[in-house]
């Protein structure tokens, strides 16, 4: 089975791309943020490591993860963020691993895993070929700022804060630059699909 990786900046659309993969060239998409959510969903060990290390506020009302709470106390307090990544980023992985095992056992000939943070993890590398989406600072404040309803200071210091799309690119197998219109993004992504090489 080959595995693909797929990540881009915020808002670069690489959520888009996956759903360009799964419904024109029916391709298997394991997406990171779902396994997330997965991993810290009510009940699990994951949310009680969580409140163990951050307290109660952040659960909700019906006792899952409040994930706007628990964002505004990591992204003021690098070192909380870094805790909730020992947390998180150790069951994200393994979750990982356990599907893709899942689906070579069934018989997959090629699964795409995507997720924001895997350059900045370190995990691109277990895959066989990395494909990073690409669009322009102003293009992702436009679209935080639409999709979020962020001011464009706030979209903007979201789009700075992230590793440059520039140094994401560099270790890319295929780049698929997003500034434009859905139908000349799938276009790309059928284009950058054949030049994969299996």
Known sequence: MKTIGLTGGIASGKSTVAQILREDLN???IDADQVSRDVTAKGTPGLAW????????VLDAAG?????????????????????????HPLIRQEIEDR?????????AVVVVEAALMIETGSYQHYDRLVV???????????????????EEAARQWVDNQMPTAD????????IENDGELEALRDRVLGAWSELEF
């Open 64 to 88: 899952g993860l409040d994930r706007a709470a628990l964002r505004s106390i990591v992204q003021a307090d690098r070192n909380r963020r870094k805790s909730l990544e020992g947390i998180t």
């Open 133 to 151: 989406v690409t669009a322009a600072p102003e293009t992702q404040v436009a679209r935080l700022m639409e999709r979020s309803g962020m001011d």
């Open 168 to 175: 994401k690119a560099a270790l890319a197998n295929v780049v």
């Open 50 to 57: 969580i409140v163990e290390a951050f307290g109660p506020d």
């Open 27 to 29: 391709i298997t998409v």
């Open 100 to 108: 893709l095992t899942a689906l070579e056992a069934a018989g997959a």
